[in-house]
């Protein structure tokens, strides 16, 4: 079994700063890219910000130059730093993850956490 959990949610002003934290655990043999998403109410998930095993991000237009995407070294846990907070970005954040086992060290599958919610208002 694997699991990822997510932490560092919470309700801020505008102009603040969160940052949210994913450590997966379990029956782990490698991990892929790592990845937050988030979806608002009425609205399709969307991709916030993605890592690769080499450090290769990716980041969505609309938190480009805000939010930060970064993984520890053991690469079991990623952090989103998220400033400069606006009502647009009030959501449930979740984390994504492909990982394999130690019993099928070449198939990555798709984990997902159980979400945070971020909410930005006065």
């Known amino acids: 079994q694997v699991q990822l959990v997510e932490s560092g949610g919470g309700l801020v002003q505008p102009g603040g700063s969160l940052t949210l934290t994913c450590t997966a655990s379990?029956?782990?043999?490698?991990?892929?890219?790592m990845d937050w998403y988030r979806q608002a109410p009425g609205k399709q998930r969307e991709l916030v910000a993605e890592v690769a095993t080499g450090g290769i991000t990716n980041y969505a237009h609309s938190v480009k130059g805000r939010f930060t995407i970064s993984r520890d070294n053991a690469k079991t846990t990623v952090y989103l730093q998220m400033n400069s907070l606006g009502p647009e970005d009030t959501a449930v954040y979740y984390c994504?993850?492909?990982?394999?086992?130690?019993?099928?060290?070449?198939?990555?599958?798709?984990?997902w956490g159980q979400g945070t919610q971020v909410t930005v208002s006065s």
């Open positions: 994504n993850a492909l990982i394999s086992s130690p019993f099928q060290r070449n198939v990555y599958k798709n984990y």
């Open positions: 379990g029956s782990i043999f490698s991990i892929n890219a």
